[in-house]
């Protein structure tokens, strides 16, 4: 029954969300410092992250591909096709959940803690809208982050086949190149603006709605990773199921 009621809750909240929008002029500047806090902020370690499981990733598929029948230039293929399939938008939305969920839901969480989103409340503003939409909206660009991990991650692929030894430059760009399908990039961008929608709320959800103190918030933020974590790789099945069966 809880869990049909926080399930409740948390499209009662979406619809709210939307609901009595605060000024324009306000909203602006909330959605660009979310912009910078979510988006600009996540880009250092997604770079870093991409890059160098891109490498990884390679020299894994490298390693196992070692029979002289098999050509080289699939390292470059199977690269592309695991950063684009997956470790870009799925797995990369896993770790955004553990940085940009965490940091919502504690912000939230805190205003909720010091009773300032009663304070919202009190002056009639819609605090949902006020706390939420500027997140949702700001998210919108996350797939822009997610295209930097796409090209970052083949990119660390190809630097770890060149200087690794694995492959010649010309077989790694031979593999990306080989049998590319547009929909599988239409596929991944997909996915991606079904997980931005997630990161937004989820964490949202459980920082409007924590309850106790400043203890509380961080248990918050551990929930609240838990269950976007959950929820992406369910929907990940589900989207993979639809789109690509």
């Known amino acids: 029954m809880t869990y049909l009621h926080n399930i409740g809750a948390y499209f009662l909240m979406i619809f709210e969300m939307f609901r009595k929008p605060t000024k324009w ?5 909330l959605i660009l410092k979310d912009i910078d806090d979510l988006i600009i902020g996540s880009l250092g370690i997604v770079a870093f992250i991409s890059f160098f499981v891109g490498g990884v990733v390679t020299i894994q598929t490298a390693l196992n ?7 080289k230039y699939l390292v470059g293929f199977a690269t592309r096709q695991s950063i684009i399939l997956e470790f870009a938008p799925t797995f990369m939305s896993i770790i955004m959940a553990g940085k940009v969920g965490s940091f919502i839901t504690s912000s939230i969480g805190t205003m909720r803690v010091t009773e300032q989103i009663d304070a919202l409340e009190v002056m009639g503003i819609n605090s949902l809208n006020y706390l939420v939409f500027p997140k ?3 998210l919108l660009l996350y797939p822009f982050v997610i295209s930097i991990a796409m090209f970052l991650g ?3 692929g190809m630097a770890a ?5 694995f492959s010649t430059l010309q077989d790694y760009i031979v593999g990306i190149q080989n049998d590319f399908q547009t929909f599988h990039v239409t596929y991944a961008f ?3 603006f079904v997980f931005a929608f997630v990161l937004a709320t989820i964490p949202s959800f459980h920082g409007y709605y924590m309850k106790g103190g400043a203890l509380e918030v961080g ?11 959950v929820v992406i790789i369910i929907l ?4 993979t199921q639809m789109l690509l069966s």
Do not use: E, H, R
């Open 25 to 29: 002029n306000v909203m602006k500047q």
């Open 65 to 71: 591909i070692d029979n002289p029948l098999i050509p």
């Open 136 to 138: 949702f909206i700001s």
């Open 154 to 156: 083949i990119l660390g």
């Open 161 to 165: 086949c060149v200087y690794g030894g």
């Open 190 to 192: 997909i996915k991606t």
């Open 219 to 229: 248990k918050a933020s551990t929930t609240s990773f838990v269950w976007t974590s």
């Open 236 to 239: 990940n099945y589900l989207l």
